[in-house]
């Protein structure tokens, strides 16, 4: 009898101590996943600012330049170059702030926080655009 709750302490004393190093390495991995999806979103609003930036500027241009325009000819080129131009201001922010935050939830998924892009509108020159940061959903399958 005493061998056997002998064992059944030491069983339950293991169990016991596996599980606590287990629950901190998990929330080890929730936090860091939380502080991952935090600079990723602080990064997509840098991105996201720089090209607003850019993109003002280069309105700004635009519109400078068509008030020197001489003929319909060159202020339709000066249009087609402007807008070409947003287009791959634009697109990059998009495309790279997309690519950062699924490769994010893909990380933090494996840490078992969930996520999901946030789809914001963002005012590009005279163009709005949806752009992607991050919010937890859940965490470990709540």
């Known amino acids: 009898m005493k061998k056997l709750l002998a064992i059944l302490f ?16 998990l929330e080890l991995s929730v ?43 060159e202020f339709l080129q000066l249009t087609k170059t402007y807008n070409a131009n947003l287009d791959v201001i634009i697109d990059d922010v998009y495309n790279e702030t997309l690519k950062m935050s699924q490769e994010t939830i893909a990380i933090a998924a494996e ?12 005012r590009f020159a005279h163009r709005l655009v949806w752009i992607d940061p991050l919010r937890v959903i859940g965490i470990g399958g709540h």
């Not at 840490?111 to 963002?122: D, H, N, R």
């Open 111 to 122: 840490a078992g926080v969930q996520a999901e892009c946030s789809w914001v509108l963002v």
């Open 10 to 25: 030491t069983a339950s004393l293991f169990f016991s101590l596996g599980t606590t190093a287990s629950a901190e390495e």
């Open 31 to 73: 936090v860091n996943a939380l502080e991952l999806i935090e600079s990723t979103n602080e990064a997509i609003d840098v991105k996201i600012e720089e090209g607003v930036k850019a993109a003002d500027e280069l309105q700004a241009q635009y519109f400078i330049d068509v008030r020197k325009a001489k003929s319909a000819s």
